[in-house]
């Protein structure tokens, strides 16, 4: 039996999450060891496509990398090679199309072909890569967790572990001092990390870009546990909650979040309005780049290693234009298109939505 | 509407296992909040509910439990009410049928269902009680992950991470000092722990109690890794690996395991083996107990609310007989039979089991 | 023999720092088995004193809490009983002394001796209620580790765990990105958290608050790693790092910290003028109240349990007027008064600091 | 000002310890940033000099490496060049002296300095070398913490907090299951990680090889604790743990110790006896290796790093025959023979165990 592909290249793309080392190992690894093949890491996704900065990556280099996290490929958000922002003259920067170069690239190194391991915006370029002949696979990666073609993506089982564990942390000090104490995790459009962080830390309201919410119910929570037996609250607030159309503070935070430079994000805006409707103190802390780095929790390890096993196979035996997925505990592969449409986001009636409303979690709905 | 069931007993019973109190917590709560039932918690097993030891469950005794390892209800072995382990004189114990008493308790506490969180042995005597007239909900508790109904049980993924961590640790040691170590992870006959915390850990070999294996190969990998590149090389056994029957180390561990005092497991057996085999240093280590404490995963708490809210959720709507379980990330009931039929073992071709193949792990069969 | 106290009381007052159970349950023990004495536990600080909350702690009530975060007693900051807070009619605070409350409480439950357990603020009031007649025994308790009579507190070492586990997790993503990552973290007036978690996680800038940095050798720093090897950069600052006077940007943060409702503080700062002056893009992480929460590490598990039951001896044997220290590896008792003269500050020319300048560290002096 | 040392090896010997990355990352930054001085690394300690395995470090292999456990430089056991064992024919090992070729490779590198991380065997061939005119520094590395020229050694936090997790994980199974669960620790004549660990972990029962313990001691503790409120005890015992001489029990014991396949150690025998002498069910945990591997934690580190500069400044300086070591917090160099001189072990009055004694930890000797 022959192969299609004798060399492969491999990048990363978007923002780093924790498993993509395993990715780039398993890859490798498999591509080595199952097909005899030649693996070529290309530096800082796209971006380093369109440079040329790529080398062989040997078996020593993937050795004993499984558990760290970032990408020893390095990543980068400039990489559209058909949107590329070239320094024109001293400080003056133009987006230009520099996809020849990256194709040129493909060919020079005789890449037969390409797995991109990326987002939403990746698999995009995978997708117009693929237009331009270029032999893609894709694996998904996105920390949200709200790629459309895969039930679960590596590197959010890790960020949600460290939700918990910093609720874990702020509960101590919340319930010695008997305050409310306001977490902002990522999800600017799927609540996943809010609703599994939420429920694993046992937070009392949880707030999803899902489910608009209004200030009465989270102020009774807060009412009710401060007045009660227990003594504080915790509140789980993804980025992108929102308060029902039309509220004034939407608005507000519609214009925050266009400011590039704004200074206090959703979960200080929570806690003001919790301190100031319920007279009780409210501290915020905003998790931000923690969610994203670190050593991989055993899930990302499991998944990043079956993903990457999975998209060698894809490449190795000529399945090109397809991102790998796991549905229902099964790693295969799907349509690129069909990964790009849309987004993965919480329904409503979830059932751990449900579960959690069942031991007595607020969403600031009703 | 009308609930069947406004007092509810809850007991766990048999080894304990990281998620218990997730369980009890969300059973309590949801019965409470959802359906203003009574929750009645039973101490040691079906010990307590034999002897009578119980008590209710308030909202602050299950308030900040889903975190903590253990169960604070406690457990028990010899909690068979049919066959009761009675002291009769000093020192003399007979086995009694002390069914009568643990019905009788049911009826004197007026419990209208009785949820039994367990594994195995604790489903089999549900099934007895349910013979008997009493309305149980099983919630199944195995930390090997065998239990047949359920795609998924908690306590799992906190084992596997303890297996992972230790894994990382002992690398680093076997790296500087170029040594083979062993680690024996629990998993007497099915081998999902080692697979899956010897993918997470990078182990270059995993044997199975589902695969036998034969020293030859696992000597080779030996060889391999101290030859090359790498000077160290980690090998992750289940306790209930073994060699092809007729094998005389299969006579041999089989002698051991029936010894209740036996010094040396499989882990250390398979040491030796490969320290004489091959001329490298080889250390073992034995996580045993420290497998089954400790905080519980996010993916534990997570899976035990979600159980523990949908087992209140059968008890008070009547709906007996069953047991709650995961499958293709939906909990439902399932019948408690099929539930209690065999084990659910890692099928030797399992796409993990080719991934860990694909980036080069050994499984001893080839 | 007999002893001094017969009863005695324990209370936390202040901000929370891991290892407050620690003290309590070494108190209470040491009490009670080494003098058969009775411990009164004095609900959220000195505030329960006035109101007379409190109640005699148990055994049981302290076994298991050694490695939980917070206090079991709670605490409070408007806890002086000379200048209490008083509600005096619909929303209208007004400050009383209230101190014959707590005297009167101290007396009612005849408590021979008082163990408060706090920082500063705490241990200005147990002189002043010393002076009152009270047998004060303090324990000291500053996450800063500021405290001028003692080596160290307890708290510390978990904070800056914290702080290095951050560290950790940012490298990764900065390293990926090719990023610069500010992470601030506690120390208003000195830089002790600072200083060990930035060593330890390696940060390639530490900014204290007692060596004023100027803008221009943080830039060179930046420059520096971005241009050659290494392509990310990791700045550590303590909430008191500062400008020399006179500098514009002091001002600017002088402004900001006597806002209480600022929306940034000194990591989005530097964040920004090191975005603006050297043109690497650059992310801030404020750590805030997750350095204080969580399970006590081991050497605060350790401290807290040697304080405690120093304490307890002091309070036992009527050795009053004091706060144990720790110095040298010794614990002993240091009178009051001297633990709160001042504050212990980073010496610029530390040993620790000559090591992270050895290593590579910019101060932002030179 | 002119520098003794322009080229510094440096090397790690004995058993592997958290922190030795940070040792040699601190000696080459610090060599290279104030002393312009080459860094020679040298591969599994004396036997790396010996057979000519060594490399110039550069900055980049240094870089990131202060988190990472194990040595970069691999270590050895075999190493004393006085008595190196040489394989004379087919499976024939003969010791002979290889000195000569130690000092050749010297001489061959221009080595002005060498830095030897290691423990006691390693300080002694250290100082052997120093008589044959080789310029030498010492770093003291041992887990026990037993050097007696420091008060305190890297790797020993790190191992001690292994121990106290291990506890706080096995105290759960115990306390579910009303159990005894004895964990085995490091320290064969040392018991700091004992008292350590136990002391942060709650442990019932401390045996250290420094106080002779006695059976009924043990068992009155199990006794009163699982007929009281608890219903489980914890035992924490040194590997060198040992009854009064005379007893036939130290006889086995030692008999045991000597065979080096025995198959249970100290632990699983104070189990057995413990089960046999209560009649309570007991299980025994060996942490063994588990406590040597993984990332350092803070105080590691900062350690590390600190002796790692002091040491690069006495070769480079010309201050030789000198080992770095921590006194009252403060890094100094001190003779190499004090260092040698006997072990540091836990007085029998150390502050700690009598503040053990007061929270009720048995010792096992009254």
């Given at each position: 039996?022959?192969?299609?592909?004798?060399?492969?290249?491999?990048?990363?793309?978007?923002?780093?999450?924790?498993?993509?080392?395993?990715?780039?190992?398993?890859?490798?690894?498999?591509?080595?060891?199952?097909?005899?093949?030649?693996?070529?890491?290309?530096?800082?996704?796209?971006?380093?496509?369109?440079?040329?900065?790529?080398?062989?990556?040997?078996?020593?280099?993937?050795s004993g990398i499984l558990g760290h996290g970032g990408t020893?490929?390095?990543?980068?958000?400039?990489?559209?090679?058909?949107?590329?922002?070239?320094?024109?003259?001293?400080?003056?920067?133009?987006?230009?199309?520099?996809?020849?170069?990256?194709?040129?690239?493909?060919?020079?190194?005789?890449?037969?072909?390409?797995?991109?391991?990326?987002?939403?915006?990746?698999?995009?370029?995978?997708?117009?890569?693929?237009?331009?002949?270029?032999?893609?696979?894709?694996?998904?990666?996105?920390?949200?967790?709200?790629?459309?073609?895969?039930?679960?993506?590596?590197?959010?089982?890790?960020?949600?572990?460290?939700?918990?564990?910093?609720?874990?942390?702020?509960?101590?000090?919340?319930?010695?001092?008997?305050?409310?104490?306001?977490?902002?995790?990522?999800?600017?459009?799927?609540?996943?990390?809010?609703?599994?962080?939420?429920?694993?830390?046992?937070?009392?309201?949880?707030l999803l870009p899902e489910i608009p919410f209004s200030?009465?119910?989270?102020?009774?929570?807060?009412?009710?546990?401060?007045?009660?037996?227990?003594?504080?609250?915790?509140?789980?607030?993804?980025?992108?909650?929102?308060?029902?159309?039309?509220?004034?503070?939407?608005?507000?935070?519609?214009?925050?979040?266009?400011?590039?430079?704004?200074?206090?994000?959703?979960?200080?805006?929570?806690?003001?309005?919790?301190?100031?409707?319920?007279?009780?103190?409210?501290?915020?802390?905003?998790?931000?780049?923690?969610?994203?780095?670190?050593?991989?929790?055993?899930?990302?390890?499991?998944?990043?290693?079956?993903?990457?096993?999975?998209?060698?196979?894809?490449?190795?035996?000529?399945?090109?234009?397809?991102?790998?997925?796991?549905?229902?505990?099964?790693?295969?592969?799907?349509?690129?298109?069909?990964?790009?449409?849309?987004?993965?986001?919480?329904?409503?009636?979830?059932?751990?939505?449900?579960?959690?409303?069942?031991?007595?979690?607020?969403?600031?709905?009703?």
């Amino acid at each position: 039996m022959t192969y299609q592909a004798r060399r492969i290249g491999v990048l990363t793309g978007g923002g780093d999450c924790p498993g993509l080392n395993g990715v780039i190992r398993a890859v490798t690894k498999t591509a080595q060891n199952d097909y005899g093949a030649t693996v070529i890491g290309i530096e800082d996704g796209f971006e380093g496509l369109v440079e040329g900065r790529m080398r062989e990556l040997t078996h020593q280099e993937v050795s004993g990398i499984l558990g760290h996290g970032g990408t020893i490929l390095g990543s980068s958000n400039k990489g559209d090679p058909w949107h590329y922002p070239v320094e024109v003259s001293e400080g003056r920067i133009e987006v230009q199309d520099l996809s020849y170069r990256a194709l040129r690239n493909v060919e020079r190194w005789g890449l037969d072909a390409l797995v991109a391991i990326g987002g939403d915006g990746t698999m995009h370029i995978a997708s117009r890569m693929m237009d331009a002949g270029v032999n893609m696979v894709g694996v998904p990666k996105t920390i949200d967790n709200d790629v459309p073609g895969t039930d679960v993506t590596f590197g959010f089982d890790t960020a949600v572990t460290v939700v918990c564990e910093a609720i874990d942390r702020l509960a101590t000090t919340a319930s010695s001092h008997h305050r409310v104490m306001v977490v902002e995790v990522m999800g600017r459009y799927a609540g996943w990390i809010a609703l599994m962080g939420g429920v694993a830390g046992g937070a009392d309201v949880i707030l999803l870009p899902e489910i608009p919410f209004s200030w009465e119910p989270v102020f009774g929570k807060v009412h009710e546990r401060q007045s009660l037996h227990k003594r504080f609250t915790i509140v789980c607030v993804a980025e992108g909650a929102r308060l029902p159309d039309g509220d004034e503070v939407v608005a507000e935070m519609d214009k925050k979040r266009t400011d590039p430079k704004r200074l206090g994000g959703i979960g200080a805006m929570v806690a003001r309005a919790i301190e100031e409707g319920t007279g009780h103190e409210t501290r915020a802390t905003v998790l931000g780049h923690l969610q994203r780095g670190g050593a991989p929790t055993v899930a990302d390890r499991v998944l990043a290693t079956g993903f990457g096993a999975a998209a060698a196979h894809c490449a190795a035996r000529g399945e090109f234009g397809v991102m790998v997925a796991s549905r229902n505990g099964i790693i295969l592969p799907v349509p690129i298109a069909e990964a790009v449409a849309g987004q993965r986001r919480v329904p409503p009636d979830h059932h751990l939505v449900a579960a959690a409303r069942s031991v007595g979690t607020c969403f600031g709905d009703r």
